[in-house]
């Protein structure tokens, strides 16, 4: 089957579309990559979404990016579908809140995650039948929606022989483990903790939205470590709880990258600092020995690779899903469009040990072309 998966992360660079041939062959997915393309959203979009975002905001903007987003994912898979047609769209949708925690609310203990993009308007548009709403089947299974990726991240990584670990870094980082041999049900997976959110926040807001990102990590090469400020910040209860976990916008966003400028330290400083932060929670939570697979838009910070291959326990190595064969930049649409096939084949697409939902769920809506 050919699948289209789309996906618009936490950083809000804009819409990466992914197709790929998905064959069931001796009892495995075997998952094949024909087209990767990416549409960045334009300035007035991404600042929108950047508002709306963790925010109490006016419903009226919500509905009308929800349909706009509609429009700009359609307009991305038909440039993406120029030269093949999938049979299938597996859409993410921009996620505007989620908590993975349950909270008290109007007497309830309730959990909560938004994805916003109609798909109804990107069904219409294509003429192509569209699976969305991945997370919200899992919530309410009891799970927290996230991370989803870490189903593909075994399909893709897993050996009987390897020892593997699949990190993705995107604005929020996460870590798939996959031990040789482990069973889908056995894989433990969770968000690590901010990618590149803190980082592009910081640069986003010092330069006045002039620059979105830390380019190959040069102002962090130029900076100074903050050593207290890096203390404090690895000192956030989230990194002492155990998964299932995970972790967004609201936790380490627009807010937290406030504290950090509210400290006075200097903006060259705080970009090595945040970056740092990134490096080191990530080597945190790497086993030793492990066979790391990277991908995700923070593979390409040079100095965050350099920092995180240095801090690495005893034996582990990292090296880019592209040595794999997988651009590391369209392996999350990749993650989706495998959710969809799941979802038409009628087949789960959590992984309970992951999320901590009460069992296997399908996951996803339709929306029939």
Do not use: C
Request: glycine share 10%; no cysteine; aromatic share 6%.
């Amino acid at each position: 089957m050919i699948v289209a998966g789309v996906m618009s992360g936490t950083s809000l660079d804009g819409i990466d579309v992914a197709i790929v041939d998905i064959r069931r062959q001796r009892g495995r997915l075997r998952v094949v990559p024909i087209v990767f393309e990416s549409a960045r959203y334009p300035k007035a979009v991404r600042e929108a979404l950047l508002a709306v975002s963790n925010a109490m905001t006016h419903t009226a903007t919500i509905a009308r990016l929800h349909f706009l987003l509609g429009e700009l994912y359609a307009e991305a898979i038909q440039r993406a579908s120029r030269r093949i047609t999938p049979d299938l769209i597996g859409m993410h949708g921009q996620t505007i809140f989620h908590e993975g925690q349950p909270v008290e609310y109007m007497g309830h203990r309730v959990r909560s995650t938004l994805q916003i993009g109609e798909a109804a308007v990107v069904a219409e548009r294509t003429g192509i039948r569209v699976i969305s709403n991945f997370r919200e089947r899992d919530v309410a299974a009891g799970g927290q929606g996230a991370p989803l990726v870490p189903l593909a991240d075994y399909l893709l990584f897993a050996r009987e022989d390897a020892n593997r670990a699949a990190l993705n870094i995107g604005g929020i980082a996460n870590i798939t483990l996959l031990p040789p041999g482990v069973a889908p049900e056995k894989v433990i997976a969770f968000d690590i903790g901010p990618g590149n959110m803190a980082i592009d926040e910081l640069v986003r807001q010092r330069t006045d939205g002039q620059k979105q990102f830390d380019r190959n990590g040069a102002i962090a090469r130029k900076g100074k470590l903050h050593e207290r400020l890096l203390a404090a910040m690895l000192g956030d209860p989230y990194f002492k709880m155990n998964p299932p976990k995970s972790t967004g916008r609201e936790r380490f966003g627009r807010e937290f990258v406030n504290g950090l400028i509210a400290t006075g330290v200097s903006f060259e400083d705080l970009i090595a600092t945040a970056t740092e932060f990134t490096a080191r929670s990530i080597a945190l939570a790497v086993p030793a020995g492990v066979e790391l697979i990277a991908s995700g838009g923070g593979v390409h910070n040079k100095w965050l690779m350099q920092r995180l291959t240095e801090l690495l326990p005893k034996g582990a190595t990292l090296q880019s899903s592209a040595e794999y064969g997988i651009d590391p930049d369209a392996k999350e649409a990749i993650a989706f469009a495998v959710l969809a096939y799941q979802f038409a084949k009628k087949q789960p697409g959590n992984l309970p040990s992951v999320t901590g939902a009460r069992r296997p769920v399908l996951l996803g809506k339709d929306s029939p072309a």
